[in-house]
């Protein structure tokens, strides 16, 4: 046995790494959370088809390829403190393991294998600061190291400081973001397909006039991808 993994074990009896889910002490091998709650996360495999809850989202709004989720964010579950987890308290390391299991089944579907590209939703510069780091950045580096697909983090930018979304109905979300988003370095995406991620979708708006503001890009398709599908809170 070699020294590292002793030297691991004996910190783990003092500091054991616990699962973000059930907070049960993982085993030598798991990461991030444990195999039984991985199991159980309550994928939505909607990534097999065209046609779904999230795809239809976008339906007679914006012209998009695919859209999907990795699971579903229903209200009680304890899967939902994953994202608040990844948000608020610092667990960069949720955001890429979930986008690394994300990623495998992309890998697998046929409708995502033409995708070239990653683009995260940009949080504006302040936000970013304030929170330390873009969570859909971090999720779409977990789906890179699955998918062997580049992360484009600074085609699309957002340029204004807007009010959560929270307690917004759907119209009053895309007023709130209209506007937000623009382009620089377009060239880097023309005439590719890309995947647009963030970590929780509910009415779909603001991934909706992020999508709008890529598809201005030359020939392009779009797709979207987010860990969590939330259909009401």
């Given at each position: ?57 976008f339906w007679g ?139 929780v979708i509910t ?31």
């Open positions: 046995m070699k020294i590292g993994t002793l030297v691991n074990d004996f910190i783990n009896l003092f500091y054991p790494n616990i699962c973000a889910v059930c907070h049960d002490g993982l085993a030598r091998g798991e990461e991030v959370i444990c195999t039984q709650c991985l199991y159980h996360i309550p994928r939505t495999r909607y990534w097999l088809e065209t046609d779904n809850p999230v795809a239809r989202l709004r914006v012209n998009i390829e695919n859209a999907c989720s990795l699971f579903l964010f229903a209200k009680g579950s304890k899967y939902r403190k994953l994202i608040h987890q990844l948000k608020y308290n610092g667990r960069e390391d949720i955001g890429v393991f979930l986008g690394r299991e994300f990623g495998k089944e992309l890998c697998r579907a046929e409708l995502y294998k033409s995708v070239n590209f990653i683009i995260p939703v940009p949080l504006h510069p302040r936000r970013q600061k304030e929170r330390g780091y873009n969570q859909a950045e971090v999720i779409a580096n977990g789906l890179s190291k699955s998918m062997g697909i580049p992360v484009i983090p600074d085609v699309l930018v957002r340029r204004v400081y807007t009010q959560t979304q929270t307690k917004k109905s759907r119209t009053e979300r895309v007023q709130n973001v209209s506007g937000a988003f623009d382009l620089q370095n377009p060239e880097k995406i023309s005439k590719h397909h890309v995947l647009l991620v963030d970590d009415t779909g708006s603001t991934l909706e006039v992020c999508a709008q503001t890529l598809l201005r890009v030359p020939e392009i398709k779009v797709s979207v991808g987010t860990l969590a599908y939330a259909s009401s809170w």
